[in-house]
């Protein structure tokens, strides 16, 4: 194994350099990681824009503890690991071995609070220990805790899930951004009560077709939405919405707000979509949003993980039309496996290769950050072997 290791390392806002680390000796019940791919998220934008503040007004509040290592979509290939971690590390219960292909939950969570106990499939934990990618300084511990780097530091309490055969690295890191699209199951959960939640043959108006705008797209599609509305402000990403099963794509920049009102009641007997789902990641777009709903409808909000601040909103218009807003930070840690196997099974019927615009090699990892907000971009991901 190397001895030495280099990462791509935000050393505050808008400023990404490489550096060199020891390759931390192993410690029980851990495992070392060569990095294989590594996506580029919305949060990790955000950081780099300076927008640092998470889990804002809980418990688990944090302002980004600078330097840290960004990256948390992330596949890689298992270099180091003892028994204790092979035995305890995998959340499906597999027996973990040098060279098994993996991915991870970010959230490494305490497992003893009142969340952990009751609501265990999601992170939702009062003490959460950290994120990889995003809440522990590369200064501290065993310094490797982010995916724009050679090689990944796995502690003890982890979630590793191994990687089935077949499924290429490119969707493997995109595995996590799915998983936040189970938005849609729990929206789903609903649907016991009549007309409430995500039904079979359901409207799903999507705001905002990045990676996780087309990955909810995705799961509608596979999870039997009826039309699809997709918005964004750039027409390339809308083709790819279309192409991903988006029936109606409007681009917000070349509409109104009126005119995208007016166009989604039209395609729905003019009752508005029976859902909602906020994936700009920007507050503005929320009031707009509701107003798509149907009565009774359902909103999501998985998008404004980071604090961007408030926005006004008219709270009559949110009693006058029943309407349920569901808020989702993180996602449910026990659906990577299930979304492995659907993103494997359905490999051919969405066009993947498209979703997956641009590799960057690690040295150019602030360039990948920088056209990863750029709207002739989609998911761009850090292969830190590459040349
Ligand atoms: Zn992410
Ligand atoms: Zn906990």
């Not at 490489?18 to 791919?37: N, S």
Request: charged letters at 25%; a negative charge; one cysteine or more.
């Amino acid at each position: 194994m190397d001895t030495k290791v280099s990462a791509a390392v935000l050393a505050r806002p808008g400023h990404v350099e490489i550096r060199e680390f020891d390759m931390p000796p192993l410690g029980k019940g851990a495992a070392i990681c060569r990095v294989l791919m590594a996506g580029v998220c919305g949060t990790d934008k955000h950081s780099y824009r300076g927008e640092t503040v998470q889990y804002k007004g809980t418990e688990n509040e944090i302002d980004l503890p600078f330097p840290i290592i960004q990256g948390h979509e992330i596949v890689m290939e298992i270099v180091a690991i003892d028994e204790e971690g092979a035995r305890n590390l995998s959340y499906d219960g597999d027996y973990l071995k040098v060279g098994d292909r993996v991915t991870i939950c970010p959230d490494v969570v305490c497992g003893k609070c009142w969340y952990c106990k009751n609501i265990p499939s999601y992170p939702w934990c009062e003490h959460l220990q950290f994120s990889y990618g995003n809440m522990r300084s590369c200064n501290d511990g065993n310094h490797l805790y982010g995916g724009f780097s050679q090689y990944l530091y796995i502690e003890p309490g982890t979630r590793v899930y191994k990687v089935p055969d077949g499924l290429p690295n490119s969707m493997a890191c995109f595995t996590e951004v799915m998983c936040v699209a189970y938005t849609l199951e729990k929206a789903r959960e609903f649907s016991g009560f009549s007309l409430e939640g995500f039904n079979f043959g359901d409207t799903v108006a999507v705001q905002g077709s990045g990676p996780l705008g087309i990955a909810h797209i995705a799961m509608a599609r596979m999870m039997g939405a009826g039309k699809i509305i997709a918005t964004d402000i750039s027409d390339y990403k809308l083709e790819i919405a279309k192409a991903f099963g988006a029936d109606v794509v409007m681009n917000s920049e070349k509409t109104t707000p009126e005119e995208r009102i007016a166009r989604i009641k039209a395609e729905t007997h003019g009752r508005g979509a029976d859902i909602v789902v906020e994936c700009v990641g920007r507050p503005e777009v929320f009031p707009e949003g509701l107003k798509y709903l149907r009565k009774a409808g359902m909103y999501l909000e998985p998008g404004n993980f980071v604090d961007c601040g408030g926005v006004d909103v008219n709270v009559h218009e949110i009693c006058a039309n029943n309407l349920r807003i569901i808020g989702m930070t993180n996602h449910t840690h026990n659906c990577y496996h299930t979304v492995m196997e659907m993103m494997l099974r359905e490999k051919d019927r969405f066009p993947w290769d498209k979703l997956f615009s641009h590799v960057f090699p690690l040295a150019e990892a602030e360039k990948a950050i920088q056209t990863s907000m750029t709207k002739e971009s989609m998911k761009v991901l850090i292969d830190p072997w590459k040349q």
